[in-house]
């Protein structure tokens, strides 16, 4: 398609799993974000990514966070041993990143609904 | 760290103007975002500005910006049902290339028939 995609769009798991939300951005995209959007809040940033590496990370939370980006298109947002406090709408979105136009213009995907029981 | 914080909810007639605020605390944010969240559609960008920029018009939507006292406001002009959303206020440096994000709570806006 020719939005971000996000997948799964919904996951339920346990206290202590570990859990893989993927991100498709748009065709051309050379940067990529993460954000968590918890209930009755705003976006987070958590971290950024330019091609391939992460440029930003100082939004993650702890070190059971991790992303990568491996050929610098789609990229995986890994959590593990998920806590409770990790429920949240996990969101992507993409960008054609840096001069020649508009900042801030990101593409949002409609998110990974992450619930930890 | 940087801080935005809007209202969290305004309720509208059909066919009056909406007017969401929004303060931030960073002054050396750059570039001032409006943001729109549908049920079941991602975020998407409504309208921003620059901040060496008092207003900007676009249509339906006014934006207006005093940077001395770090206030942002959207007006929607003849509200319709369709416009009824999250709206998020959102600011950023924009180191070149990073176009990270500070985002407010959001401001749910609901329109009465």
């Known amino acids: 398609g020719a939005g971000v995609s996000q997948t799964p769009s919904n996951k339920v798991t346990e206290k202590g799993k570990y859990v893989e939300l993927r991100c498709d951005p748009i065709?051309?995209?050379?940067?990529l974000y993460w954000y968590r959007q918890s209930l009755g809040q705003g976006p987070e940033f958590l971290i950024y990514?330019?091609?391939?590496?992460?440029?930003?990370d100082s939004g993650l939370p702890n070190d059971r966070f991790f992303a990568v980006r491996p050929e610098g298109s789609v990229s995986t947002l890994k959590i593990q041993r998920t806590e409770r406090g990790d429920s949240a709408v996990y969101l992507c979105?993409?960008?054609?990143?840096?001069?020649?136009?508009?900042?801030?213009?990101?593409?949002f995907g409609e998110g990974s609904r992450l619930t930890v029981l | 760290g940087e801080d935005v914080e809007q209202s969290l909810f305004l309720s509208v007639r059909e066919g009056d103007s909406s007017v969401i605020n929004c303060t931030y605390t960073?002054?050396?944010?750059?570039?001032l975002y409006w943001y729109k969240q549908e049920p079941g559609a991602g975020l998407q960008l409504l309208t921003y500005?620059?901040?060496?920029?008092d207003m900007k018009q676009d249509q339906r939507l006014t934006v207006l910006l005093n940077k001395k006292d770090k206030h942002l406001s959207l007006r929607i002009a003849d509200t319709q049902t369709g416009d009824s959303a999250i709206y998020f206020c959102?600011?950023?440096?924009?180191?070149?290339?990073?176009?990270?994000?500070?985002f407010g709570t959001g401001t749910r806006l609901t329109i009465i028939p």
């Open positions: 979105a993409s960008s054609l990143g840096g001069g020649g136009r508009i900042t801030g213009e990101l593409f």
């Open positions: 065709s051309g995209h050379t940067a």
């Open positions: 990514f330019q091609g391939t590496g992460a440029a930003d």
């Open positions: 960073d002054s050396s944010s750059t570039y």
């Open positions: 500005i620059f901040s060496n920029m």
């Open positions: 959102a600011e950023s440096e924009a180191n070149f290339g990073n176009e990270k994000l500070t």
